[in-house]
C-alpha cells in the first residue's frame, strides 16, 4: 500500500486542522493504521491509532482533542486536530500495517510522507 499524507499548515494556538492520508490499494481495509509525529530534535512518537475493526486509541498527550478515522470505501485515514497547541508542532506521519492493534513504529511496513503542522502561540 502506498500512502499520501496531507493537510498540514500553520494554525494559532487553539485552532484545528484535519490531516488526511490517501491510500493506494483495494486491500484498504486489511489494515491497521496510526499516526506518528516527529517534533524537531526529537524521536518519532505515536499519535492516534486506528484498527481494522475501527477500534482507537491515542496518545495521552493528544487524548480528548484529536480524532482519528477512516474511510474504507475511499481508502482513507484522517486526523482531526482540535485545540492545538505549540507543542503539537510536528512532521505528521501516517503509517499502515497488516496487523492488529500496535503502537510501535517497527510494526508499520508502509509509511506516508511527513506533513508539517506549526502551531504559533
Known amino acids: 500500500v502506498q500512502l499520501q499524507a496531507s493537510g498540514g499548515g500553520l494554525v494559532q494556538a487553539g485552532g484545528a486542522l484535519r490531516l488526511s492520508c490517501a491510500a493506494s490499494?483495494?486491500?484498504?481495509?486489511?489494515?491497521?493504521m496510526a499516526w506518528f509525529r516527529q517534533a524537531p530534535g526529537k524521536e518519532r512518537e505515536f499519535v492516534a491509532h486506528?484498527?481494522?475493526?475501527?477500534?482507537?486509541f491515542y496518545a495521552d498527550s493528544v487524548k480528548g482533542r484529536f480524532t482519528i478515522s477512516r474511510d474504507n470505501a475511499n481508502t482513507a485515514v484522517y486526523l482531526q486536530m482540535n485545540s492545538l497547541k505549540t507543542e503539537d508542532t510536528a512532521d505528521y506521519y501516517c503509517?499502515?500495517?497488516?496487523?492488529?492493534?500496535?503502537?510501535?513504529?517497527?510494526?508499520?511496513?508502509?509509511w506516508g510522507q511527513g506533513t508539517l503542522v506549526t502551531v504559533s502561540s
Open positions: 486506528i484498527t481494522r475493526n475501527n477500534a482507537k
Open positions: 503509517a499502515a500495517h497488516r496487523g492488529d492493534i500496535s503502537f510501535r513504529m517497527g510494526d508499520y511496513a508502509y
Open positions: 490499494g483495494r486491500t484498504f481495509s486489511g489494515y491497521s
